[in-house]
């Protein structure tokens, strides 16, 4: 139970995922990178891990030890590792994983809530259902959306985001028939008409929102959208569609 909700929130954040199996009496937590041909650095892989058993000792106010820790490639001092994970660490092994106890996974936190938690885990349950079912281009553009006010505009950086070398991004949208470039145009416009649906924003605050420094390069990009200025387009709209 501790670790259920921490996976689907780590599920929910790439570029790591988790794959966690029970058998018997042992849990095992195996560390996986979401769609990348690269290895995890080093300090997040002993990072993810580390956090999921201090998630579990704060939770319930157990020192919860692990049954073993392996890691694929160095992680500084073997003693000082073991010392925090209460257990054997092993450097060199094929993939990154914690084995845990079996019976450590049906503590519960000591915040315990059923009734929140009845609320909350359909949510999260379906929020990682939609996440699943996301195409390359779709998670790009999700990625896009979040970033448009801060500037993230950069394939790079969205692969990194992604935790995809950087030319892998635009092969994989390659395939899918699309271009980094057109998931950009799609993502501002989709954005513009939603904030446009808005009456309490202001035109200059919805060009920067979807990343426009210049206030007439949005103009001139909305007019090629839909034809229109932003201006009249969001009277059309909420002439049909008025705020309640």
């Known amino acids: 139970m501790i670790f259920h909700y921490a996976y689907i929130i780590k599920q929910l954040c790439p570029p790591e995922s988790l794959r966690i199996t029970e058998v018997g009496e042992i849990c095992t937590i195996e560390l996986e990178w979401m769609h990348s041909e690269q290895p995890g650095l080093p300090m997040l892989v002993g990072t993810t891990l580390a956090f999921l058993l201090e998630l579990g000792r704060r939770g319930t106010g157990k020192p919860l030890s692990a049954r073993s820790v392996e890691f694929s490639r160095s992680m500084g001092d073997v003693k000082v590792l073991e010392a925090y994970f209460g257990c054997p660490v092993r450097i060199g092994a094929t993939d990154n994983r914690m084995t845990l106890h079996r019976r450590d996974l049906d503590r519960l936190f000591i915040s315990y809530n059923k009734e929140l938690l009845e ?19 779709e998670m790009v553009k999700w990625i896009l959306k979040r970033c448009l006010t801060g500037g993230l505009l950069d394939i790079r950086a969205v692969a990194s985001e992604l935790g995809m070398s950087d030319r892998t991004p635009q092969r994989r949208l390659t395939d899918e028939g699309t271009t980094f470039k057109q998931l950009l145009t799609q993502a501002r416009h989709e954005q513009a008409r939603e904030y446009l649906a808005d009456p309490k924003l202001e ?11 210049d206030q007439n390069s949005f103009y001139r990009a909305f007019r090629l959208w839909e034809g229109d200025t932003p201006s009249k387009w969001r009277s059309e709209y909420l002439g049909a569609n008025p705020p309640s």
Do not use: C, Q
């Open 119 to 137: 609320i909350l885990a359909p949510a999260l349950d379906r929020s990682l259902d939609e996440y699943r079912s996301r195409s390359i281009p």
């Open 203 to 213: 035109i200059k605050e919805v060009a920067f929102l979807i990343g426009y420094e």
